[in-house]
């Protein structure tokens, strides 16, 4: 078991949770009456955490490059292909596509997730998506956004942010998500996606009004460093505005960031496919930012297999430094579990198989040819296990994958209502 806290590793150790809480780990633990998961011989570890996920759309995987028979030709790119279909959205679209999100993540071990809606059309479209995370059992915040395509010179929706954020308790799903704003920024590097600066403080100042923390793309593209710099010299930063990629930020801006302490999400695999150059996550860590990873989106990621983006992470963490300690094992599984708990403010909550905090864990067979035999189990969560390999996801103390199969969940019917929503989003176009 790898407890992730300063427990360190218990072999063979027990977790015994009840009404949702992890009330005791450690070996032998004799309570009578309580249902055993065996996980003998198995991997457990707490379950991970996504930190920037743009949940919606799922429902366009395989889309990236454009979309034959729309005005989204091939090679049309992610951002057109996303603003293009992204405007047919319905409010039942935004629920499929969340719901495709929300089980893809339970089946590969993520029980928390941040969903960074950045198609919120109205009203509807917010609490499409939040009745499909509720319906999940998974851990979220929920970053309330724009519509994508929001004009430049407009505000976000301020007034539906109020009112959701008013209503909170009626969408927490008895506290498992946490509302956040998404913020456009000063919308980065192109001309015509600048944003003023009364428009953008008046967000920012807005979510904070209400207590929220904020999340905004940074410094993704090469010609959008420059952002942070912008950010800080409007005595913007601070520990409550998650800062997205950073690829190209400078050395200064990187300082400037972690003396604000501004938390980091990092998503390589999104980052690597649209051509923002490589994750600089081992720079982040010694400059001393609270970072996570995460899925971004699945339509330039392709899935969403944090597995595959701790072993990616560390790559090219180590290909950067030229050296092959740059980034330890152990080092990017924290990034996984509770230093992304962290940058999302959930670290006394999930992230560790800790007494006290709400039960999110996993369970990982090694019963499999690509993962066999028991050796060291952070490497082999990073290196060599995939999402087939999860036997047992927990979230909030509930079992959402149990014995390889979703509980939760008729997939073969979340395919094919998914399938059927897509069919409409492009008979619109
Ligand atoms: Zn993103």
Redesign the pocket.
């Known amino acids: 078991m790898l407890t992730m806290d300063s427990a360190g590793d218990i072999p063979g150790g027990d977790v015994h949770i009840r009404d949702g809480v992890i009330v005791a780990v450690g070996e032998n633990l004799d309570v009578p009456g309580a249902e055993v998961i065996d996980a003998a011989g198995k991997i457990v570890a707490p379950g991970f955490v996504d930190t920037?996920w743009?949940l919606w759309n799922t429902l366009l995987r395989g889309l990236s490059d454009g979309c034959p028979g729309t005005d989204t030709p091939y090679r049309s790119g992610y951002f057109k292909t996303c603003v293009t279909l992204g405007r047919q959205f319905r409010p039942r679209d935004t629920y499929e596509g969340t719901r495709l999100a929300c089980a893809e993540a339970i089946d590969a071990g993520i029980t928390t997730v941040h969903d960074?809606a950045h198609n919120v059309r109205g009203l509807d479209w917010a609490e499409a998506g939040l009745r499909s995370i509720a319906e999940s059992g998974l851990r979220a915040r929920f970053s309330y956004g724009y519509e994508t395509g929001h004009r430049n010179d407009r505000l976000m929706a301020l007034d539906d942010l109020a009112h959701v954020a008013a209503r909170w308790p009626a969408y927490s799903a008895g506290g498992r998500i946490h509302l956040g704003m998404a913020w456009r920024g000063n919308g980065g590097s192109n001309p015509a996606m600048r944003v003023a600066p009364k428009l953008y403080r008046e967000e920012i100042e807005a979510a904070r009004g209400l207590g929220l923390p904020v999340t905004v793309?940074a410094c993704g593209p090469r010609a959008a460093a420059g952002q942070i710099s912008a950010y800080a010299a409007d005595g913007l930063l601070g520990s409550d505005l998650q800062l997205?990629h950073l690829n190209n930020a400078s050395p200064e801006e990187i300082a400037l960031a972690a003396t604000a302490g501004t938390p980091v999400s990092v998503?390589p695999f999104t980052e690597l496919q649209i051509g923002y150059g490589q994750p600089v996550t081992a720079r982040l860590l010694a400059a001393g930012l609270a970072t996570g990873l995460s899925v971004?989106?699945t339509m330039l990621s392709g899935n969403a297999d944090m597995f595959a983006i701790m072993k990616v992470t560390q790559a090219c963490a180590n290909a950067l430094a030229y050296d092959e300690f740059a980034l330890g094992a152990r080092d990017v599984l924290r990034l996984a579990t509770i230093e992304g708990a962290r940058t999302l403010g959930l670290d006394s909550v999930t992230g560790s198989l800790t007494p006290g905090k709400r039960a999110d864990v996993i369970v990982v067979s090694v019963d499999a040819p690509n993962i066999g035999v028991l050796t060291d189990p952070a490497r082999l969560l990073v290196t060599a296990a995939h999402p087939g390999n999860v036997g047992t996801v927990i979230a909030d103390g509930r079992p959402l994958k149990r014995d390889g199969v979703l509980t939760g969940y008729d997939i073969t019917e979340v395919i094919r209502s998914a399938r059927d929503a897509l069919s409409g989003v492009l008979a619109r176009v």
């Open positions: 920037h743009h960074w793309h997205v998503s971004d989106t």
